[in-house]
């Protein structure tokens, strides 16, 4: 395996960021992962506009201008010969003397890409049984909206859902609203057929998989709300499911142990994988 570090491919097992990176100390910095299917990126302009704005919003430079990021991406997908699974960027602040104050502007920033493959057979079969989730209280920081690598409550989450048998957190706010998962957006059917996800202002990272979802919905006129919803109301639904860039649509069949709808994956959930890829750019 390759992987692409400042400036240079390098194989994966040597591939290392200097201890004082500030991704390492502070957790400062962004990424995005991109899906990679028929050896093709997938809506790779979304994914580049979206790190535009991580980066806005922490101040921290592009690395490196974006066609050269695109094509480095591809290139790492192509040197590590993935046909089906994902593309990681990661860009920080850079490497300085351990200070929380921004470096002075001469700091470069950090870029590693890497590619690696994933067997879309295990992933449609996880898709054919559905997913058990486990729910989990709200406690990040307000700027979800920002896709940085400060994922320690992420991953908290998630290894909770994991010992208890799930496969995603599903966080639920002071209102007992269903914010997100630890890696994923969140949708439900209602029992009266209406698809719903929570709207991106708050609470949430707009993710990517979850626009071209609302692409299909529009294009297939899908009955569909774009509110806040309950854990009870998920609870009562007739189908859930969760969509990211790393597992597309997956029907969830289970919350805190109690059976969604029939207990089976969904239809709109099932057809909406069908044709993820008729949306895709
Ligand atoms: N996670 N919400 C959170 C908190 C996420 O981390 C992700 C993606 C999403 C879905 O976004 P998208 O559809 O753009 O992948 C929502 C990635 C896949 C990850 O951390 O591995």
């Known amino acids: 395996r390759i992987a692409f570090v400042n400036g240079q491919y390098v194989p994966h097992k040597d591939a290392a960021v200097h201890v004082e990176d500030r991704g390492y100390q502070f957790a400062d910095g ?18 580049m506009d979206r ?7 922490l101040r921290i430079d592009w690395p490196l201008h974006r066609k050269a990021l695109e094509f480095v991406m591809a ?12 593309v990681y960027v990661q860009v920080t602040r850079g490497v300085a003397r351990r200070d929380h104050f921004f470096p002075s502007g001469d700091v470069a920033p950090s870029i590693v890409v890497t590619a690696r493959s994933a067997n879309p057979k295990v992933a449609d079969k996880q898709a054919e049984t559905g997913i058990a989730v486990v729910t989990y209280p709200e406690n990040r920081w307000p700027r979800v909206d920002i896709k940085t690598v400060a994922l320690l409550p992420n991953v908290l989450a998630k290894q909770n859902a994991k010992e208890q048998g799930g496969k995603e957190a599903w966080y639920v706010d002071q209102d007992g609203n269903v914010t997100e998962g630890g890696s994923t957006n969140v949708w439900i059917v209602t029992k009266e057929g209406t698809l719903v996800t929570r ?11 979850r626009a071209v979802v609302l692409d299909l919905v529009e294009r297939h006129g899908i009955a569909f709300e774009e509110r806040p919803f309950s854990l009870e109301e998920a609870k ?3 189908e859930a499911f969760v969509t990211a860039a790393s597992t597309l649509v997956m029907p969830v069949v289970k919350i805190d142990g109690s059976p969604v709808g029939n207990g089976h994956p969904g239809s709109v959930a099932t057809a909406l994988r069908d044709q993820f890829h008729t949306a895709t750019d």
Do not use: F
């Open 75 to 86: 290139e790492t997908v192509r040197r590590n010969r993935v046909s089906d699974g994902i």
């Open 30 to 47: 962004v990424y995005e992962v991109c899906e990679v299917w028929k050896s093709a990126i997938i809506d790779m302009p979304r994914h």
């Open 199 to 209: 709207p991106a202002e708050s609470g949430i990272l707009k993710g990517i998989t």
């Open 51 to 57: 790190l535009d704005r991580s980066l806005r919003e």
């Open 236 to 238: 009562q639904a007739r």
